[in-house]
């Protein structure tokens, strides 16, 4: 009985060291990256008079860097394109009825010193205007190839494809998420989408 509840008071306080361990999340809304679209092509660059402000949200095209849990692993992140909503790719797979799907295309550049090796699409999450949050479902989309559910990225190369989610047709998204290590990175990117 007493080794009993010795091992159990061993469990709890480790348990609670994990718990305690995990404050430190991040949620990087800043880009380290802006993308084409952020200044239409047609207009000439500005010379700045003092130094140029630096955008503070990051929004479609945009890339965000974010680091994973172990020294080397570091991923320039970035939201290519969103589709909603994204139509099945065949009449076999569909949204349930009063849902819809929203696809984000991510690219995943490797800026690190080790591989990347993740399921991109478990660290990947979009919320919709009234704080409702989803995660990733497994559905392909005819907004192109699905990305991987098994990378394995050697530094300086890159992962494109895209990540479906089922949402409310009812729901606005406003928001898209993504964090290294299946999501349990202590850093997690943001994209704001409206």
């Not at 974010?66 to 790719?89: F, I, N, R, S």
């Not at 819809?100 to 010193?113: D, H, I, K, P, S």
């Amino acid at each position: 009985m007493r080794r009993t509840t010795a091992i159990a008071a061993v469990i709890t306080a480790g348990m609670l060291f994990t718990t305690t361990a995990c404050t430190d999340d991040d949620i990087t809304t800043a880009p380290s990256k802006t993308g084409a679209a952020e200044q239409p092509a047609s207009e000439p660059a500005e010379a700045p008079e003092d130094e140029p402000t630096k955008a503070t949200v990051a929004k479609v095209g945009d890339t965000i860097t974010l680091k994973g849990q172990e020294d080397g692993e570091q991923v320039d992140a970035t939201l290519k394109k969103l589709v909603d909503p994204a139509q099945p790719k065949d009449e076999f797979f569909a949204p349930e009825d009063g849902n819809r799907w929203v696809a984000a295309q991510f690219e995943l550049t490797n800026t690190g010193t080790k591989p990347y090796a993740d399921s991109p699409s478990n660290g990947a999450g979009v919320a919709d205007a009234d704080g409702q949050r989803f995660q990733a479902t497994f559905a392909d989309t005819k907004a192109g190839p699905s990305m991987t559910s098994d990378a394995k990225v050697p530094p300086g190369e890159k992962a494109l494809g895209w990540i479906t989610f089922e949402v409310p047709k009812s729901s606005k998204i406003v928001t898209v998420q993504f964090g290294l290590n299946s999501g349990f990175a202590d850093q997690t990117g943001q994209w704001k989408v409206s």
